[in-house]
């Protein structure tokens, strides 16, 4: 793993050259083309908005500041996979020409996509701060650690799934499908306090599968500690007219552990993916 | 055989009963659905690119590679540029390797030769400041001053050409890879392709020469490999191993 890693740091260069590529395409060599790239997670959130606060009767100030806390971490994770999976196939020409440590492709397009996350979170801080006036969050200092088991997740996934791809084409699809559920099972047009309250489920069953739930999709944890850390607590009150009754939940404080867990988990699979992925390289250009 | 390598060079280029056999599949992409009938018997090739081949390149030589299609040229640099691993034998290859790369394919054709020429130039081994360093030059050599920031979707396969071998050319390398690809230039530029070759080998760089052209091989080349289905045909003085190769292409019909 120590080789792997310092011959990576030996092609940084490259790396950086094919992040720096990547962001130029992206942005089509404007400063406005930033912009537009933010024009879709904003429409997206703003039709969620509408949706859950007056179609739904979610009663919450801010919602969008809520909704955004956590989509822009999941877009960031979606497009990481998604973007990556195609990176060995698309440079198959280079790949076929001369000996570069293969796992720079993926790696470089999930730092584009970091790196776009990052200053999306700056728009989102500049509008909350500066504009709303919300105040200031101790748990911000605990942002760094959030974003960097998000991107150890990533890295590890996306060279996992980069891997896949160039053997079996359709894999890409598959992750596809698999992202539009994982959206789903993640708090981001919800709350996961939401799992604990609801009287839908039994009440004897409502821990576990609280827990449950956070501990196998690293996304929800991660949703959540982006939401509890940016913005402050809040007291939802869920208006439902077909449940005839109204539904209160407190917020409760960002679990520590679950953090570190998160952590430790994306550490290992960062580190598998990289594993798996350098025991495979050589077998892209001699796929059959 | 290896006749001509000179005593006391230092070893470039060292293969030792090199074999590489790669599995050709019929069907035509791969999916999951090939995982999934992994089990029945599938219609898969072994096919022998190359076969038990052994030379050794001394620091300083020009070799031509010379052979028909399909004779394991392409995959002998391959593995020379670590694209391949041997299925046996072994290679030990002494300092930087470049191939020349071919521009335009798997590379943005929205971005611009200057932003393409950093891609290349750093795949090939520069750090960005070294490729800062030497843009004019590479611009220069490649006639692109007008073209320079122009997306390379706009560019003609001779322009692509010239700028894939003006890279390589700049890049200082140990060990040039030239693969067939002089062949797209106009003739005054291929003139001046090979005068950077000549400088190349007043330097006592290593070059590796492929080509079907044989008045090419001959003008740069001191050596020549032929290669036949694999199997390393002759090894030798350039003259001689081009005349036993036209004799044999002449009989077989």
Same mark, same amino acid.
């Given at each position: 793993?120590?080789?792997?890693?310092?011959?990576?740091?030996?092609?940084?260069?490259?790396?950086?050259?094919?992040?720096?590529?990547?962001?130029?395409?992206?942005?089509?060599?404007?400063?406005?083309?930033?912009?537009?790239?933010?024009?879709?997670?904003?429409?997206?959130?703003?039709? !969620?908005?509408?949706?859950?606060?007056?179609?739904?009767? !979610?009663?919450?100030?801010?919602?969008?500041?809520?909704?955004?806390?956590?989509?822009?971490?999941?877009?960031?994770? #979606?497009?990481?996979?998604? /973007?990556?999976?195609?990176?060995?196939?698309?440079?198959?020409?280079?790949?076929?020409?001369?000996?570069?440590?293969?796992?720079?492709?993926?790696?470089?397009?999930?730092?584009?996509?970091?790196?776009?996350?990052?200053?999306?979170?700056?728009?989102?801080?500049?509008?909350?701060?500066?504009?709303?006036?919300?105040?200031?969050?101790?748990?911000?200092?605990?942002?760094?650690?959030?974003?960097?088991?998000?991107?150890?997740?990533?890295?590890?996934?996306?060279?996992?799934?980069?891997?896949?791809?160039?053997?079996?084409? =359709?894999?890409?699809?598959?992750?596809?499908?698999?992202?539009?559920?994982?959206?789903?099972?993640?708090?981001?047009?919800?709350?996961?306090?939401?799992?604990?309250?609801?009287?839908?489920?039994?009440?004897?069953?409502?821990?576990?599968?609280?827990?449950?739930?956070?501990?196998?999709?690293?996304?929800?944890?991660?949703?959540?500690?982006?939401?509890?850390?940016?913005?402050?607590?809040?007291?939802?009150?869920?208006?439902?007219?077909?449940?005839?009754?109204? !539904?209160?939940?407190? /917020?409760?404080?960002?679990?520590?552990?679950?953090?570190?867990?998160?952590?430790?988990?994306?550490?290992?699979?960062?580190?598998?993916?990289?594993?798996?992925?350098?025991?495979?390289?050589?077998?892209?250009?001699?796929?059959? | !055989?290896?006749?001509?390598?000179?005593?006391?060079?230092?070893?470039?280029?060292?293969?030792?009963?090199?074999?590489?056999?790669?599995?050709?599949?019929?069907?035509?992409?791969?999916?999951?659905?090939?995982?999934?009938?992994?089990?029945?018997?599938?219609?898969?090739?072994?096919?022998?690119?190359?076969?038990?081949?052994?030379?050794?390149?001394?620091?300083?030589?020009?070799?031509?590679?010379?052979?028909?299609?399909?004779?394991?040229?392409?995959?002998?640099?391959?593995?020379?540029?670590?694209?391949?691993?041997?299925?046996?034998?072994?290679?030990?290859?002494?300092?930087?390797?470049?191939?020349?790369?071919?521009?335009?394919?798997?590379?943005?054709? =929205?971005?611009?030769?200057?932003?393409?020429?950093?891609?290349?130039?750093?795949?090939?081994?520069?750090?960005?400041?070294?490729?800062?360093?030497?843009?004019?030059?590479?611009?220069?050599?490649?006639?692109?001053? /007008?073209?320079? =920031?122009?997306?390379?979707?706009?560019?003609?396969?001779?322009?692509?050409?010239?700028?894939?071998?003006?890279?390589?050319?700049?890049?200082?390398?140990?060990?040039?890879?030239?693969?067939?690809?002089?062949?797209?230039?106009?003739?005054?530029?291929?003139?001046?392709?090979?005068?950077?070759?000549?400088?190349? #080998?007043?330097?006592?760089?290593?070059?590796?020469?492929?080509?079907?052209?044989?008045?090419?091989?001959?003008?740069?080349?001191?050596?020549?490999?032929?290669? /036949?289905?694999?199997?390393?045909?002759? =090894?030798?003085?350039?003259?001689?191993?081009?005349?036993?190769?036209? #004799?044999?292409?002449?009989?077989?019909?």
């Amino acid at each position: 793993m120590r080789e792997l890693l310092l011959e990576l740091w030996r092609y940084r260069e490259l790396l950086w050259t094919l992040v720096i590529r990547e962001l130029r395409v992206r942005y089509k060599n404007s400063f406005l083309g930033f912009f537009w790239s933010l024009l879709n997670p904003l429409v997206t959130v703003l039709v !969620m908005t509408v949706v859950f606060k007056y179609v739904m009767g !979610m009663r919450i100030d801010n919602y969008s500041a809520y909704i955004l806390a956590a989509y822009l971490p999941w877009t960031f994770f #979606q497009f990481a996979l998604l /973007d990556s999976s195609q990176t060995i196939l698309v440079y198959m020409p280079v790949i076929k020409k001369i000996y570069f440590p293969r796992a720079v492709l993926p790696l470089a397009t999930t730092f584009a996509n970091l790196i776009h996350f990052l200053l999306a979170m700056g728009v989102l801080f500049v509008y909350l701060y500066l504009y709303v006036g919300t105040p200031l969050q101790w748990g911000l200092l605990l942002l760094p650690v959030v974003v960097l088991a998000q991107m150890l997740w990533v890295v590890g996934l996306s060279l996992i799934i980069a891997c896949w791809n160039a053997f079996y084409e =359709d894999v890409k699809y598959l992750v596809s499908v698999g992202l539009q559920l994982l959206f789903f099972l993640t708090p981001i047009i919800y709350f996961s306090e939401q799992l604990r309250a609801t009287t839908l489920i039994p009440e004897a069953y409502r821990e576990p599968i609280f827990w449950a739930y956070h501990l196998l999709n690293p996304m929800a944890t991660l949703a959540m500690a982006y939401r509890k850390l940016i913005l402050p607590p809040i007291t939802l009150i869920y208006e439902n007219p077909a449940m005839g009754e109204a !539904m209160r939940f407190t /917020d409760m404080p960002l679990p520590y552990w679950l953090l570190g867990v998160n952590l430790v988990l994306g550490l290992a699979v960062a580190c598998i993916g990289l594993a798996y992925f350098h025991k495979k390289e050589w077998e892209f250009v001699e796929r059959p | !055989m290896g006749t001509l390598s000179q005593k006391g060079a230092e070893i470039a280029i060292r293969a030792q009963n090199l074999t590489k056999e790669f599995l050709l599949s019929h069907q035509p992409y791969s999916s999951l659905k090939g995982l999934l009938l992994a089990f029945l018997p599938k219609r898969m090739e072994h096919i022998v690119a190359l076969k038990e081949v052994s030379f050794t390149i001394h620091q300083g030589e020009t070799v031509g590679v010379i052979g028909r299609n399909g004779s394991g040229k392409s995959t002998l640099l391959g593995i020379i540029a670590r694209v391949y691993r041997p299925t046996s034998g072994s290679i030990t290859v002494n300092g930087r390797v470049a191939p020349l790369l071919e521009l335009g394919a798997g590379f943005h054709p =929205d971005l611009t030769g200057l932003e393409n020429i950093y891609f290349n130039g750093v795949i090939l081994g520069l750090t960005r400041r070294q490729v800062a360093e030497r843009l004019p030059e590479i611009i220069a050599f490649a006639e692109l001053e /007008d073209y320079i =920031d122009a997306p390379i979707r706009t560019y003609s396969s001779g322009m692509l050409m010239r700028l894939g071998f003006a890279i390589a050319a700049h890049v200082d390398a140990d060990i040039l890879l030239v693969d067939e690809v002089l062949a797209v230039g106009d003739a005054r530029f291929q003139q001046k392709c090979y005068r950077k070759i000549h400088e190349f #080998q007043e330097q006592g760089r290593t070059i590796l020469f492929v080509s079907h052209d044989m008045e090419a091989v001959r003008q740069v080349a001191q050596r020549a490999l032929w290669l /036949d289905k694999g199997v390393l045909r002759a =090894d030798g003085e350039v003259n001689t191993v081009i005349e036993a190769y036209l #004799q044999e292409a002449a009989a077989t019909p």
